[in-house]
T-cell receptor, first 112, second 114 residues
Framework: DTGVSQNPRHKITKRGQNVTFRCDPI?????LYWYRQTLGQGPEFLTY????????KSRLLSDRFSAERPKGSFSTLEIQRTEQGDSAMYLC??????????FGPGTRLTVT | GQQVMQIPQYQHVQEGEDFTTYCNSS?????IQWYKQRPGGHPVFLIQ?????EVKKQKRLTFQFGEAKKNSSLHITATQTTDVGTYFC??????????????FGKGTKLSVKP
C-alpha cells in the first residue's frame, strides 16, 4: 500500500492556459474523489467516481473543469482556460465504498 | 444547501491544557468523520461515528456524536505539541442522493504553546 499519489505537486501557470493533474489512488479502492482547498477552508467537493463511472459533480464545478477515470484506476482533472480564482490546492482521495477517505498530498495550483 | 459548521475557528492553548472543537450540521447525518491536517499536510482520517450518542476514545482524544446526529465534538486531554494542526469534521453529502462526497467544516486550527 503506497497510499494516494498526485502529480505534479506544484503547478504554476499563466491565466488562460490549460492544466491537467493526475491522481493514483490506493489500488484496491473503488471510489476516487476530487476536492479543492483554499487557505483557511476545509476541502470542497468537486466530483467523485465509483470505478470508471463519474457519479457526482459539484454545482461549483464549471464547464472548464473535467475529470476522467478511464479504466477505474488513476484519474485526471483538467482545468481549461485557467483563471486566478482557480488557484488552490487540489486534493484527491480514495476509499473502498463509502468508508474513510485517504487523501493524497495534493497539487498546489498557482495561476498568475 | 447542506452545511457543516465548526467552532471555534482558532484555538491557542498552553501545552497540557485541554481542547475541544464543536461541529454542527444543518441536517441529520448518517455518520460523521473527523480528520486532522498538519500544517503543510493533507487531511488524515481520525475516526468515524455512526450511532446516535456514540462516544469513542483514541488515547487522549474523545469523540462524541450527538443524540440527534446533527452535532459532534472532539476533545483532546492534556494537549501536546504534536496535536498542532487543523481538525475537520465532515458529514456525507447528498449530491443526487448517493452520499458519495463529504461536506467538510471549515476546521478548527489548534496551536499549542510549549
Amino acid at each position: 500500500d503506497t497510499g494516494v499519489s498526485q502529480n505534479p505537486r506544484h503547478k504554476i501557470t499563466k491565466r488562460g492556459q490549460n492544466v491537467t493533474f493526475r491522481c493514483d489512488p490506493i489500488s484496491e479502492h473503488n471510489r476516487l474523489y476530487w476536492y479543492r482547498q483554499t487557505l483557511g477552508q476545509g476541502p470542497e467537493f468537486l466530483t467523485y467516481f465509483q470505478n470508471e463511472a463519474q457519479l457526482e459533480k459539484s454545482r461549483l464545478l464549471s464547464d472548464r473543469f473535467s475529470a476522467e477515470r478511464p479504466k477505474g484506476s488513476f484519474s485526471t482533472l483538467e482545468i481549461q482556460r485557467t483563471e486566478q480564482g482557480d488557484s488552490a490546492m487540489y486534493l484527491c482521495a480514495s476509499s473502498w465504498d463509502s468508508l474513510k477517505q485517504y487523501f493524497g498530498p495534493g497539487t498546489r495550483l498557482t495561476v498568475t | 444547501g447542506q452545511q457543516v459548521m465548526q467552532i471555534p475557528q482558532y484555538q491557542h492553548v498552553q501545552e497540557g491544557e485541554d481542547f475541544t472543537t464543536y461541529c454542527n450540521s444543518s441536517t441529520t447525518l448518517s455518520n460523521i468523520q473527523w480528520y486532522k491536517q498538519r500544517p503543510g499536510g493533507h487531511p488524515v482520517f481520525l475516526i468515524q461515528l455512526v450511532k446516535s450518542g456514540e462516544v469513542k476514545k483514541q488515547k487522549r482524544l474523545t469523540f462524541q456524536f450527538g443524540e440527534a446526529k446533527k452535532n459532534s465534538s472532539l476533545h483532546i486531554t492534556a494537549t501536546q505539541t504534536t496535536d498542532v494542526g487543523t481538525y475537520f469534521c465532515a458529514g456525507p453529502g447528498n449530491y443526487g442522493g448517493s452520499q458519495g462526497n463529504l461536506i467538510f467544516g471549515k476546521g478548527t486550527k489548534l496551536s499549542v504553546k510549549p
